[in-house]
């Protein structure tokens, strides 16, 4: 049996679609994979040569790549011809999971304007904040947002177009209206070190940061999964191919005729459904939303490349997802470890068939080693994962599955060559096997830098390496155990809420007088978000109008489930620094 470094070798050698070279990216050598498309809209123009196999479904509705590029051609000449979008322009996307923010995000990066994620649950105030930080010149969105950023929009000058609206906004493009039917992909000249992408992460001062990535940085990330989808198959099961994967990158085609209608019809699959035939590809489902990088970047655009289908849902249920695992043949589970348990737990687990699962896992958070165990032991197809990526990773890092991570459940895998790994002391040198240090990361997948954040760049990024700001370690054969985190950040099922910011926002209410803002274990969530507060004396403060009030400034997951009062100042150390470890054990105390 060959060992894991001849396996890695066989699948990145010269030749092979993995193959590894040298390139310069932004003054820093780097890793590349040499056969990389140069830009997304190359990477979407695969999907033409596909048109009539089934990309998305959504319900009811079933859209062939055919429809869907179709629409995404509308856009963009929409985008140039009505909203005179030019390259690197941004254009901000905010709604549910619907296959129009698959298509707005195609269309915006395709024509060389830059795709900006808002979070669906942000509120005005945050929605106001990112518009103003990012300069958007369009916001494309829902009813729900849309009625929140009325106001922000109209006071910014910043137009709106409106999908799938449930009543009439004045001076709001309807998408079913305003779309060019018909029109052609405008003409674009695209480099694969042009801005393509705003995430938006949390912030530890108060606000969320724009975190810019490249179409190469994008399309690495994506050959990065690929790669190790290839080396784990044919590490965990060498008779297998080598060349195999779910997430590689295919090269562009095209069909000079796509599918122009919408189909809700979904008679034949479901008779090849209902057949009980293994599907020939991988089919994921969306659990986890677009505007976070996993939810873009390894499940939709892997999808996108590779010519899959990928089952939307309106909301997270977990009986809805056991329907849809079982109807659509689901191969690929990818969430955080909350949706797993909630899966596991749910009282029609044994109604529905999940035979035809393959990974079960994600990220966003540790998985406890019994869900590992438990998810290991009830799916009958297939077995647990877990990845640890970043928002300035592009969703890419170590990975564990199959035989190893059973073998080792605290691990989080290890990754492929593309990416340098390193434990580093606080000096930054570099620290041998075993020893605890900060994880640092290194590959062309890397984002680019915080938007109009330079500083902020250069706190987390030196020479090409990123500072993850979370301690672990790395073992003899290249395992990462992350072990704690450096940030002051609490994961809150897979979402990332920064103390900072919500103590913010609590100090704008009068009756505050100090707060800290920390983590309580979670048994479904991981984490939940706690405070403890020191009411202003003369002033009457509960919790129940602490968190109303937090509700109107603050997306609803940042806002604190467990809130403590107190009248007495909170203990601080020597050097002033609230010490929240105590206060977090005192609440603790008290729940035994």
């Known amino acids: 049996m060959p060992s894991y470094d001849e396996v890695v070798a066989s699948v990145t050698g010269v030749g092979s679609r993995f193959e590894i070279a040298g390139a310069e990216i932004s003054g820093i050598q780097q890793k590349v994979f040499k056969h990389a498309p140069p830009s997304l809209r190359d990477l979407f123009d695969g999907a033409r040569g596909r048109p009539d196999e089934t990309f998305l479904v959504f319900e009811d509705e079933r859209w062939t790549f055919g429809e869907v590029m179709t629409q995404v051609d509308e856009l963009a000449a929409t985008l140039v011809e009505v909203h005179g979008i030019s390259p690197r322009d941004r254009v901000a996307v905010a709604m549910r999971n619907y296959p129009e923010w698959i298509i707005s995000f195609a269309a915006i990066t395709s024509i060389g304007a830059i795709s900006v994620s808002f979070n669906a649950w942000w509120v005005t105030e945050e929605i ?14 829902d009813t729900e947002r849309i009625e929140r950023a009325l106001e922000p929009t109209r006071s910014r000058g910043v ?95 095209r069909s000079d005729s796509p599918s122009r209608t919408r189909s809700t019809d979904s008679t034949a699959e479901s008779a090849e459904v209902t057949a009980g035939r293994q599907p020939a590809k991988p ?11 996993t939810g873009c970047v390894p499940v939709m655009l ?62 966003g958070a540790p998985a406890p080693p019994k869900l590992v165990k438990r998810v290991d032991e009830s799916f009958s197809g297939g077995g647990p994962t877990i990845g640890y990526g970043m928002t300035e990773t592009n969703a890419y890092g170590p990975q564990n ?26 000096l930054g040198k570099g620290l041998p096997a075993g020893e605890l240090g900060e994880i640092c990361f290194k590959g062309p997948m890397l984002f680019r830098g915080y938007w109009n954040l330079p500083e902020a760049t250069a706190e987390i990024m030196n020479e090409g390496w990123l500072h993850t700001g979370d301690i672990g370690r790395m073992d003899a054969e290249g395992f990462v155990y992350v072990e704690d985190r450096a940030k002051d950040m609490i994961l809150r099922g897979g979402e990332n809420v920064y103390s900072a910011e919500v103590e913010a926002a ?9 707060a800290a803002v920390y983590a309580l274990p979670h048994e479904r969530l991981g984490e939940e978000v706690a405070a403890t507060i020191c009411v202003r004396s003369g002033h009457a403060l509960t919790a129940e109008d602490l968190t109303e009030y937090l509700g109107r400034h603050l997306a609803n997951f940042k806002v604190p489930t467990a809130v403590i009062m107190v009248d007495e100042a909170l203990p601080r150390n020597a050097a002033g620094k609230i010490l929240k470890k105590d206060l977090r054990e005192t609440v603790l105390e008290s729940r035994k």
């Open 128 to 141: 106001d904040y990112a518009l103003g930080d990012c300069g958007a010149s369009l916001l494309i969105a």
């Open 159 to 253: 137009a709106l177009l409106g999908v799938r609206l449930e009543r009439e906004f004045p001076d709001v493009d309807d998408w079913d209206d305003v779309l060019l039917r018909g029109a052609s992909m405008p003409r674009v000249e695209l480099h694969s070190d042009d801005d393509a992408t705003i995430l938006y992460t949390s912030g530890t001062t108060g606000h969320p940061k724009g975190a810019v990535s490249s179409h190469g940085a994008i399309i690495q990330s994506l050959m990065a999964f690929g790669c190790r989808t290839a080396v784990a198959t044919a590490w965990e099961k060498p008779d297998r191919a080598v060349e195999s994967g779910s997430n590689s990158v295919s090269n562009p085609s």
């Open 283 to 293: 089919v994921f489902i969306l659990i986890v939303p677009l505007f976070h990088v």
């Open 302 to 363: 892997s999808c996108f490349s590779s010519g899959l289908k990928l089952v939307m849902m309106y909301r997270w249920d977990p009986e809805r997802a056991l329907q849809l695992i079982e109807r659509e043949r689901v191969t690929q589970f990818v969430g955080v470890p909350t949706q797993s348990w909630d899966l596991l737990e749910s009282p029609a687990f044994d109604k529905y068939d999940t035979s035809t699962m393959q990974k079960i896992g994600g990220g």
């Open 401 to 426: 599955s199959g035989p190893d991570y059973l073998a080792r459940p605290t691990s989080t895998g290890r990754a492929t060559p593309v990416m340098d790994i390193e434990v580093r002391d606080p």
């Open 506 to 514: 609590i100090y704008e209410h009068p009756s505050v007088y100090e």
